[in-house]
């Protein structure tokens, strides 16, 4: 599998308003500026793993490893989603086979580690809530502003050998975890 660091980096922006130069019997006016939120929000998740080998018509499953979300954009850090996605798996030897993304499900489980405030919630707590990776899922999200925050969760992935259209060998795939 692959690691992918998603960082929402936002700088300080100082915006001034320009204003004339007072006279000298002028009260002075206050300048106006907007500070946006400084810091980082990434994820990591493990570079790769195997899911080992079965034949047609097997499920395949393995804990996928710790992901982390790090939410550094303190102050009044706000709401974030983690999103799980996935490739089509690929067996790049001839003949050339590609089992779907659909055949893979995930379930992120509860936290494992949770640090900050708000409200951390997984989004397939159970193993009986997991879903298919057909399209891009919510793995974990955090709801309330609370600033510097972090949570941790060791999610299962499950692949579904097809009965047909496949063949003995390496199938390969990318999970990508991103968070905004």
């Not at 998740?45 to 079965?54: D, N, Q, V, Y």
């Not at 050998?161 to 990318?174: E, K, L, N, Q, R």
């Amino acid at each position: 599998m692959h690691r992918r660091t998603q960082p929402l980096v936002t700088a300080a922006v100082l915006a001034v308003t320009a204003l004339p130069i007072p006279s000298a019997s002028a009260a002075p006016s206050p300048a106006t500026y907007v500070l946006a939120r400084e810091g980082v929000l990434t994820v990591t998740a493990p570079a790769a793993m195997s899911l080992g080998s079965g034949p047609p018509g097997s499920q395949r499953s393995a804990q996928m490893g710790t992901v982390t979300v790090t939410d550094h954009r303190d102050p009044g850090a706000g709401a974030w989603t983690a999103t799980v996605s996935s490739t089509d798996y690929t067996r790049t030897t001839t003949p050339v086979v590609t089992i779907g993304r659909a055949n893979m499900s995930y379930w992120s489980g509860p936290a494992t580690d949770t640090q900050g405030g708000g409200t951390f919630i997984p989004g397939q707590p159970t193993a009986a809530s997991r879903v298919t990776l057909a399209v891009p899922r919510t793995a974990f999200s955090h709801t309330a502003i609370a600033g510097v925050n972090n949570a941790s969760w060791t999610p299962t992935l499950v692949l579904s050998i097809p009965f047909s259209g496949v063949a003995a060998g390496t199938y390969t795939g990318v999970i990508t975890h991103s968070v905004a």
